[in-house]
């Protein structure tokens, strides 16, 4: 395909004001592809609630503020449109239908990229963070590491899919979960999990408890949560006794669930989740918890050591779990439910996401 004509500046969503939820639309310049790197047009970006933590400085664990004028996201989806040197390589082509993720780029030499561990690259540069995001119409990234979107896929559903997809993905195969099995999902109705129902039930065979606020029911009943929990209607007093009760009750002989994926970043989620599971049970912690966490499980090792339980992390997926994420989606196995809006609008989605008011996916259109 012949070369395309690119601007030299562009629009692009920057965080104004870090510390606060406030965005601005600004002209940028247009990035030049460096070396085996491809330049991507992008017309869709999802947005996360990773990107709300990054904005607002709420993430404990990150070691440098947000700095003024950062461009966030990283769920971006858009066409090639120049390669840089040597980019051809990796046999992307202008034209090509791509997406740039959460780990824009790893080394692929240290030992957790050798292990498939992409997201504890001991060199990853994050979207959004300290590296220009995908809340902007052009933006770079490594020709190898860009995730093909499959034919069929629209972008706007694609999106969700490159952080929220994979990750969910990522977490479900670490629980070790098998066919026929429990999981309870919490946080079942947003971006996340909404995805981890349809994964767990619909691909991987899973008996699926979605836990979340009422006003979510359908969405999650709808992604093939066999069971829906509204965590309203029980107390908030009781250390999650009442919740805990009803959810192993729902598990068939009250044993508990075999594995819990928490994709909230509610600290209260966590401090529910372990009551849920029965023996040799698995929590997989995949939400980031803002402000000061509340343990899990370290002030209880006798109950993990009678009931044999595991709690692992699980950071974001790989490249091939991206591309096997993907496949998913051109089956019509999952099917990002997504709400698409322009990107002047994107200071009042953060605002709606921090009420925890946000269905499914917001997606920002950048045209």
Not at 305 to 314: D, P
Request: aromatic share 4%.
């Amino acid at each position: 395909m012949a070369a395309v004509e690119v601007p030299k500046q562009a629009k692009a969503a920057v965080y104004d004001n870090p510390g606060t939820i406030s965005t601005k639309v600004v002209d940028v310049d247009v990035p030049e592809p460096g070396p085996g790197e491809v330049l991507v047009n992008l017309t869709h970006t999802g947005v996360c609630h990773s990107d709300l933590g990054i904005m607002t400085n709420s993430w404990k664990g990150l070691p440098y503020p947000t700095q003024p004028g950062q461009v966030g996201g990283h769920e971006g989806v858009g066409k090639v449109v120049k390669l840089g040197a040597g980019a051809e390589s990796s046999g992307v082509k202008i034209g090509d239908r791509v997406g740039i993720k959460w780990i824009s780029s790893v080394c692929g030499n240290c030992a957790p990229c050798q292990d498939g561990s992409d997201g504890c690259c001991s060199s990853s540069k994050v979207s959004g963070y300290y590296t220009p995001g995908t809340f902007q119409q052009y933006a770079v990234g490594p020709a190898h590491y860009v995730t093909p979107i499959p034919d069929g896929v629209p972008s706007e559903e694609a999106a969700p899919l490159l952080c929220a997809g994979v990750t969910v993905y990522s977490a479900l195969k670490r629980s070790h979960a098998q066919p026929g099995q429990w999981v309870v999902i919490s946080g079942a109705g947003g971006g996340l999990g909404h995805i981890a129902c349809q994964l767990s039930s619909r691909g991987l065979g899973h008996r699926v408890i979605g836990i979340d606020h009422g006003s979510k029911a359908d969405i999650i009943k709808e992604s093939g949560a066999e069971h829906f929990v509204d965590i309203t209607q029980f107390p908030a007093d009781d250390k999650g006794a009442a919740i805990a009760k009803h959810v192993l009750g729902l598990t068939g002989g009250g044993l508990g669930a075999h594995a819990v994926i928490v994709c909230t970043a509610s600290n209260a989620a966590y401090a529910q989740a372990i009551s849920f599971l029965r023996v040799n049970g698995v929590l997989v912690c995949v939400g980031m918890p803002e402000g000061d966490p509340v343990p899990v499980a370290a002030a209880i090792p006798a109950l993990m050591v009678s009931k044999q339980l595991t709690i692992t992390g699980s950071a974001v997926g790989n490249r091939k779990e991206a591309i096997e994420t993907m496949e998913f989606a051109a089956r019509g196995v999952i099917k990002s439910h997504v709400r698409v809006e322009k990107m002047d609008k994107l200071t009042a989605v953060f605002e709606e996401m921090e009420k925890g008011a946000l269905k499914g996916r917001v997606v920002l259109d950048l045209s």
